[in-house]
Each structure stands twice: as C-alpha cells, then as structure tokens.
C-alpha cells in the first residue's frame, strides 16, 4: 500500500508542488526530509529533491491545503519546507478515512530544533500516532453528528 504525499516548498506567495508517491508517512518521508534539511550536503534545493526522491508537479499553490483540497484528493501528508528561516510543518488531511475533506497541521520546527538523528524517527513515530489519534476522534464525532 502507499502512502502518497507532496512536499511543498515555499516560494514567495505561492508554494512549488513535489510529489511522493510512496512512504510518505512521517517515518519516511517525515525522518528523510529532516535528514535532508539538516544535511551540508543537500546544500540546493534540488538536492533535498534528489535525496528525498520527490518528483516535481510543475505546479504551485496559493496554500498548503490547496495541494489536497484542489490539486490531489488522495495524498495522506502534506510537507512543507520553510526556507528562511529554513524549517518543516506537517499537515494530515482525512483520506482515506470517510470524513469532510480537511487539512490539518501535526507538526512544526526550525532546523536548528530539529529532532537529534537518533530521535527523528521515535519523533516521527509519535507524529504518526498523534494524527491517528485526532483523526479516530474526528471519525467518532463525525459518526455521532450523522446520527444525532
């Protein structure tokens, strides 16, 4: 199974849209692109996009939502990469779970707060059960709403 996600890298107004089709969960994708941010060897942009296997989409949005509301319904992580200072966010949106289209953010941090390379992936790990948890609840209320 997959696990798609974009990585969104800020541009001014607007955000350049990549593509990862699959292991974009946070304890992939999530651990490569910190790895990456916080390597002196991904010193351009399009070496974070080599290392973390991204494929370009040619395409931008006006906002991070708008990579799963309006461009790709079926990702499961939005990434968004803060160039200066250079930083990360996380967004969760509702697929594949039977619920309202929505975008919701998980997790944010400068480089230089990031997460030791020994910890990145409990870090991302508890990303991961963070998201499941709230989007559990979100799922029961929407439930308890259907049937009130």
């Known amino acids: 199974?997959?696990?798609?996600?974009?990585?969104?890298?800020?541009?001014?107004?607007?955000f350049e849209c990549y593509y990862r089709h699959c292991d974009?969960?946070?304890?992939g994708l999530g651990v490569?692109?910190?790895?990456?941010?916080?390597s002196p060897f991904c010193k351009t942009w399009q070496d974070?996009?080599?290392?973390?296997?991204?494929?370009?989409?040619?395409?931008?949005?006006?906002?991070?939502?708008d990579?799963?509301?309006?461009?790709?319904?079926?990702?499961?992580?939005?990434?968004?990469?803060?160039e200066r200072p250079r930083g990360l966010a996380i967004l969760?949106?509702?697929?594949p779970r039977d619920l309202p289209n929505f975008v919701f953010k998980?997790?944010?941090?400068?480089?230089?707060?990031?997460?030791?390379p020994s910890d990145a992936v409990k870090t991302m790990a508890n990303v991961e059960l963070t998201?499941?948890?709230?989007?559990?609840?979100?799922?029961?209320y929407h439930k308890a709403a259907k049937n009130q």
């Open 1 to 14: 199974m997959t696990t798609r996600a974009m990585v969104l890298r800020e541009n001014g107004a607007s």
């Open 67 to 82: 990579a799963f509301l309006k461009l790709q319904g079926d990702l499961e992580y939005i990434y968004v990469v803060i």
């Open 92 to 95: 969760r949106t509702s697929n």
């Open 48 to 65: 974070i996009v080599k290392q973390c296997e991204l494929e370009p989409e040619n395409k931008s949005v006006k906002q991070p939502e």
């Open 32 to 38: 490569q692109l910190i790895e990456a941010l916080r």
């Open 24 to 27: 974009g969960y946070p304890t």
């Open 131 to 140: 998201a499941y948890t709230i989007l559990k609840a979100l799922e029961a």
């Open 106 to 116: 998980i997790w944010f941090s400068y480089a230089k707060y990031f997460p030791a």
